[in-house]
Every structure is written in C-alpha cells, then in structure tokens.
C-alpha cells in the first residue's frame, strides 16, 4: 500500500452576494501550489490550498491538511499576499 500525496487549490468567488467554490485546480508539487495560489488570489475572492495524502489502490484518504488560506477581500485590507496563519488543528488524520 502505497500513499499518493496531491496538492490542490480550492479558489472562491462571490455569487449573488454569497461566497461560492470556485473550479478546483490540481498542483504538482507544494512549491507550485503555493506559488499558484498567490497568483490567483490576486482575482479570486479567497483562496485555499490543500494537500491530501491517499491511498493509490483504494483512494482512501488517511490525511488532510489545509496548507494555506488567503482573504485578500476580507479582514486583511485587501492585500492579495495577505495570508492567515493556520493553526495546528487545521491537520486531520483520517482513520
């Protein structure tokens, strides 16, 4: 059993006055995630990037964390590289 790690970034737009997922993009590595995800918080409304770890042969997840979190319209003053600290907590261990 081996483990597949995928980094991904969740953007969010708002839609009819409420905030709604954006169209889930897939990273490489979390080096480009990161990167990508300064890139696009420039337009989107916010923007999180999430690395899982699954199993190749079930695709069960056995962890999940949230890596980053960006709110360039919201509490920071709109600055796009404004990035909120994320606790510990944001780690889950699944199973």
Known sequence: MANVE?????????????LAPGECVLA????????E??????????MVVIHVTA???TGEVSE?????????GGN????PRAV???QREASWRIG
């Open 64 to 72: 999940f964390d949230v890596l980053e979190q960006h709110d360039p």
């Open 84 to 86: 909120i600290p994320i």
């Open 37 to 46: 995800s300064l890139r696009f918080g420039r337009t989107a409304e916010g």
């Open 55 to 57: 199993d190749d042969e």
């Open 28 to 35: 490489k590595t979390k080096r480009h995630a990161l990167n």
């Open 76 to 79: 920071r003053g709109g600055d």
């Open 6 to 18: 995928a980094f991904f970034l969740q953007p969010f737009k708002t839609h009819r006055k409420r």
